[in-house]
Each structure stands twice: as structure tokens, then as C-alpha cells.
């Protein structure tokens, strides 16, 4: 059974704090993506990458960055969390049946 | 760039069809696609078409794709209430088939 798996299922972390988000899959993907999805805005594109070490920013890349070493693993990092970061977290990868991973609440307080 | 559009909103009767609308903007869509987000939960893979096809089918869906009007729609035969959930819509592209959405459109299924 194919799998994207997400780390955490909710997390609550601290104004300022570095935050990581982590996101495996298990498909052999080139192909890995990061949104958040907000209510009333949809799913909007932080950053993806097409391969291992390469990373395009999306729609909305400010305040966060990513890393792929590998390429099963994509890591989305909050560098300073801020409020307005609060949101629920996506990760994705494709080949070209895109799956999703079950998602990450974070809160940021 | 790419724009994809969805009305937000559907009821219908239970045993009745529902048909999901979609327009997209980028004539270099790849892929379409169909997610199920039930509350809570995440994206759902429904299924999807290339973009040189006009129709596929599995089961109870049915997708039909107008390419010359960029429009894309998902037919779910027989509704049933566990079909309530929110569905999105959304195409690839470029070399990375990156994945951009509509909206959403949320299913109401009543009695």
C-alpha cells in the first residue's frame, strides 16, 4: 500500500521557536511537495522538489524553507515560528498519481 | 499561470447524481485530478485523467474532460452520505507536475 506519511499528527510549539515538519514516502517519488491549507484559501504551494538536494519555491515560500538529502524525506522548517503560521500542513509527492500524507495541525502560540 | 476554479457549495438527495464542476487555466496540464477531504482528515486521491483523454470511469465516478474549454467535472453515481466530504480539483504541471487546486467544492448529501 502505497504511503506519504506526515511525523507529527498535531503539534503546538512556541512564537519564535524553529519548527521542523517531516515527510516520508515510500513510492520512490521524484517528486515532493509541502502546502497549507487554510479555511476560505484552499491548499496553496509553500515549496516543492523535483529531485534529491533540489527545491523551487511555491506560492507562499516566506518564513519557511525545506531539505531534501534524500529522496524519500522532505522537511519543511518554520525558522522563527510566528502566529500567523498556524495551520494545517500538507505533504505530497507524485509520479504522477499524486498522494497525500494525513496532514499536520500546528498551532503556534 | 495556472488558475483553477470550483463553486464552493452542492446538495443533493441521497440515491441521486452529484456532478462536480471544475475550470482550469493552464492549457498545459498534464494531469487532472479529484480529491475526497472528509473533516479532519487528509486529501484523498480519487482518481485522475490525462490530460488526452475525455472520459474515464471507475465504479461509481465518472470523469469527463472538455479540453477546448478547459473544463473538467466528476460524476458520482448513486450518492450515498458517507459521499459528503470536500472535493478538490487540481492539475499538473511543468517538469515537477506540480499540483495546483481549486478550492473545494463541499457535498452535502441529504435524506
Known amino acids: 500500500d502505497v504511503k506519504v506519511t506526515q511525523s507529527s499528527r498535531y503539534l503546538v510549539k512556541r512564537t519564535g521557536e524553529k519548527v521542523f515538519l517531516e515527510c516520508v514516502q515510500d513510492?520512490?517519488?521524484?517528486?515532493m511537495f509541502w502546502y497549507r491549507q487554510d479555511p476560505g484559501l484552499g491548499l496553496r504551494l509553500i515549496y516543492f522538489s523535483y529531485d534529491v538536494k533540489m527545491k523551487e519555491k511555491g506560492d507562499i515560500p516566506e518564513g519557511y524553507s525545506v531539505s531534501r538529502e534524500k529522496k524519500e524525506r522532505f522537511s519543511l522548517i518554520l525558522e522563527s515560528a510566528s502566529t500567523n503560521q498556524t495551520s494545517m500542513y500538507l505533504c505530497?509527492?507524485?509520479?504522477?498519481?499524486?498522494?497525500f500524507g494525513q496532514g499536520t495541525r500546528l498551532t503556534v502560540v | 499561470g495556472e488558475d483553477v476554479e470550483q463553486s464552493l457549495f452542492l446538495s443533493v438527495r441521497e440515491g441521486d447524481s452529484s456532478v462536480i464542476n471544475c475550470t482550469y487555466t493552464d492549457s498545459s496540464s498534464t494531469y487532472l485530478y479529484w480529491y475526497k477531504q472528509e473533516p479532519g482528515a487528509g486529501l484523498q486521491l480519487l482518481t485522475y485523467i490525462f490530460s488526452n483523454m475525455d472520459m474515464k470511469q471507475d465504479q461509481r465516478l465518472t470523469v469527463l474532460l472538455n479540453k477546448k474549454d478547459k473544463h473538467l467535472s466528476l460524476r458520482i453515481a448513486d450518492t450515498q452520505t458517507g459521499d459528503s466530504a470536500i472535493y478538490f480539483c487540481a492539475e499538473s504541471t511543468g517538469t515537477a507536475s506540480k499540483l495546483t487546486f481549486g478550492t473545494g467544492t463541499r457535498l452535502q448529501v441529504t435524506l
Open positions: 513510492m520512490d517519488h521524484e517528486n
Open positions: 505530497a509527492s507524485n509520479s504522477p498519481e499524486a498522494f
